[in-house]
């Protein structure tokens, strides 16, 4: 084994007691503390025009949209936890020209959180739109399936699987290293008291999708595993997909976790921001 992969290996080890399934320490008090609600937002940084088709399969190609592109910020006391990171590298920004964009951690620190207090990324996959960028949060933990790490990470950190970009293969393999990166191994795994991931519907090799406990019931943030409300709506699979089948079996999954299907948050779609209560600075509450 290259020793690379071993310090990959090493960094990014997750102990079943970090996930809350190994045995408690004998000092640990028998009352079980409360878990906490969180308060959940959508935070949108960009737009940009898109056909509807590469993101409803079969739909009209000539429908356009000017999808939301935005991430997802999760807060409780001690805790700042954002689902997915964005993009920002210029490569990136020249090649869409996104229409109002700012960096993710600029519209995070616009309501309020700055880069250095996010706590934890969650990222649901390896596309460049969600994880570019996991580095402008310079001390949170980055949560990815173990799988997706590596299927699309060879031991160097070069890029295995081109679903992932060589620059944002680089970047992950370099914050694997500073011991940052937690592998999740599989589905349903609660990662922090009051948030669960579980894995998606195929979009890249093992994406996966959150839920999270809010007063008002528990959300689900699907990102990619559902584009648009039109997706689970009318029943249709998202276009970019290695499984359309078990795509829309992640959908009908999302229904039965979600206190309420309003609760299920779509990873792109503008109607986000129409459909939840403002709460500033283009900031949206979940709830």
Not at 153 to 160: Q, T
Not at 223 to 247: C, R
């Amino acid at each position: 084994m290259p020793r690379i992969r071993m310090s990959l290996c090493a960094a990014v080890i997750v102990t079943l007691a970090a996930l809350g399934c190994g045995p408690r320490a004998a000092n640990v008090s028998s009352t079980t503390p409360a878990t906490p609600q969180f308060e959940a937002y959508a935070i949108r940084y960009a737009s940009i025009p898109f056909r509807v088709s590469g993101l409803i399969a079969g739909a009209d190609t000539s429908r356009r949209l000017d999808i939301a592109m935005m991430v997802w910020l999760l807060k409780a006391p001690g805790r700042n936890v954002l689902v997915d990171a964005g993009f920002y590298r210029e490569p990136l920004v020249t090649r869409w020209k996104p229409n109002g964009f700012m960096k993710p951690s600029d519209a995070v620190a616009k309501f309020g959180v700055r880069p250095e207090e996010v706590t934890d990324v969650i990222v649901s996959h390896v596309h460049w739109d969600h994880l570019d960028g996991a580095d402008l949060f310079p001390n949170a933990r980055i949560w990815i399936q173990r799988e997706e790490f590596e299927h699309h990470l060879n031991a160097d950190g070069s890029v295995r699987d081109r679903a992932i970009d060589a620059v944002d293969a680089k970047m992950l393999s370099q914050i694997a290293l500073q011991g940052r990166v937690r592998l999740v191994d599989g589905d349903a795994k609660e990662i922090i008291p009051g948030i669960t991931v579980y894995t998606g519907g195929k979009h890249t090799f093992a994406s996966q999708f959150a839920t999270v406990k809010l007063a008002s019931g528990t959300a689900v943030i699907a990102s990619d595993n559902m584009y648009l409300y039109e997706n689970l709506e009318k029943h249709l699979p998202i276009a970019q997909t290695l499984d359309a089948a078990s795509n829309l079996r992640a959908q009908e999954r999302m229904t039965t976790l979600a206190s309420d299907p309003r609760l299920i948050v779509p990873g792109h779609d503008p109607a986000v921001f129409n459909r939840f209560s403002s709460a500033g600075n283009g900031v949206v509450r979940i709830r």
